[in-house]
């Protein structure tokens, strides 16, 4: 976050700073704690407002994916894959909930 933005503005930015999508926020979807390191990542749901993404200056590669394609062996944050498998599972479900966790130190692969 920067001074002076909300979380949720946060989220805008950085998606579009690392995405270059435009993203419009819909709800908070996680809060994912990670004690051994410090940090606590919030984790929002939205939509899209265009349909194009692209790397930005802080990623390598930027793709969408169907859910069943999801690459989990090449994602680069191990909270980040936690997030989605929740997401996975919700979607599945047809249900979100708002997740809350304390991660431990190793994630399973």
Not at 10 to 16: D, I, L, Q
Request: hydrophobic content about 40%; proline content about 6%.
């Amino acid at each position: 976050m920067e001074i002076g933005e909300s979380t949720e503005q946060a989220a805008v930015r950085e998606t579009k700073e690392e995405a270059q999508a435009d993203v419009e926020i819909t709800a908070l979807y996680a809060v994912l704690s990670l004690p051994h390191i410090g940090q606590v990542y919030l984790v929002f749901r939205g939509r899209m407002l265009t349909p194009t993404c692209e790397a930005g200056s802080e990623s390598l590669e930027v793709r969408l994916f169907p859910l069943s394609a999801i690459p989990w062996d090449k994602m680069a944050f191990p909270v980040v894959s936690e997030a989605l498998r929740r997401y996975v599972d919700d979607a599945t479900n047809g249900r979100f909930q708002l997740h809350l966790a304390s991660l431990p130190d190793r994630l399973p692969s």
